[in-house]
């Protein structure tokens, strides 16, 4: 055999290896992630768990994902860790295990789509993440075209009062719904004052109930919002402010409530 057949040789076994080769021992720091590794039919891979994460009963708790379990998850031997900040990515943990570190954390639709193929590819799922992209696809494209835009204002905390910049993916379902965030900053997370929000006089003012924001005083019985003339609208954080398959059910409702403002002069 010619030195030139043998190199080709060794470039199709290398290139079916690569191929066919995917990540076996997964540990989900990001609860975010989760959803996505669920609906790839990924259950089986996943050998942790931050102890919020449901779904996968097989799967050892490590901690939270503020503060992961270093030694529990080394003990796991995983080949690939999901994490959503580096803030909360001890660096014990990176000096003591070996493994692929990827990041989560997409910041619109787009990049959630994005971020489900390179998952399905490292996974060695590639088509049905094409299916899952697909199927997520065809849902937004019930959105309804609207007359009008409405202004909005998204709560992510009440104490201490901060509201949803450009850079969280609360931006996006509002604006893959036909809304307007009025919170321009370039930023996840923006501190406000509520008397700035007055002055600004959004048409909606969303509000969200969970982990980040668990009992705030209903915006509508605040004293400096007394003036505020807005549409008051109560969303569950998880299925908001979480960049997984449930964000496109929330663009959804989202633009159902925008096309009946705009159908309602009164509510403007």
């Not at 580096?86 to 787009?110: C, E, F, M, N, W």
């Not at 321009?184 to 600004?200: D, N, R």
């Not at 003036?227 to 663009?251: G, P, Q, S």
């Amino acid at each position: 055999m010619s030195l030139k057949s043998i190199l080709l040789s060794a470039v199709a076994i290398l290139c079916l290896s690569s191929s066919s080769w995917a990540y076996q021992r997964v540990v989900l720091l990001s609860p975010a992630a989760a959803d996505i590794f669920l609906q790839l039919g990924l259950k089986s891979k996943i050998v942790g768990v931050t102890r919020h994460i449901k779904g996968f009963p097989d799967a050892v708790k490590v901690g939270s994902h503020i503060k992961p379990n270093v030694e529990i998850i080394a003990s796991l031997h995983p080949d690939l860790i999901v994490y959503s900040t580096s803030k909360h990515l001890p660096q014990a943990l990176k000096i003591k295990v070996k493994a692929r570190y990827y990041h989560y954390d997409p910041k619109t639709i787009a990049q959630l789509f994005e971020e489900i193929m390179r998952i399905a590819q490292m996974l060695n799922v590639y088509p049905r993440g094409q299916k899952l992209v697909a199927q997520l696809k065809n849902k937004l494209a019930a959105v309804k075209k609207l007359s009008s835009h409405p202004r909005v204002v998204y709560e992510v905390m009440y104490i201490p009062y901060m509201l949803a910049g450009q850079k969280n993916i609360v931006s996006d379902v509002i604006a893959q719904a036909g809304g307007i965030n009025l919170i321009q900053a370039p930023k996840k997370f923006v501190k406000y004052s509520l008397e700035k929000v007055v002055q600004l006089q959004p048409d909606i003012y969303i509000y969200q109930i969970g982990p980040m924001n668990k009992k705030p005083l209903p915006p509508q019985e605040r004293l400096e919002f007394k003036t505020l003339k807005a549409k008051f609208l109560k969303v569950n954080e998880l299925a908001y402010a979480r960049a997984n398959t449930h964000i496109i059910d929330a663009v959804l409702q989202l633009n159902k409530i925008f096309y009946r403002w705009t159908q309602h002069p009164s509510q403007k």
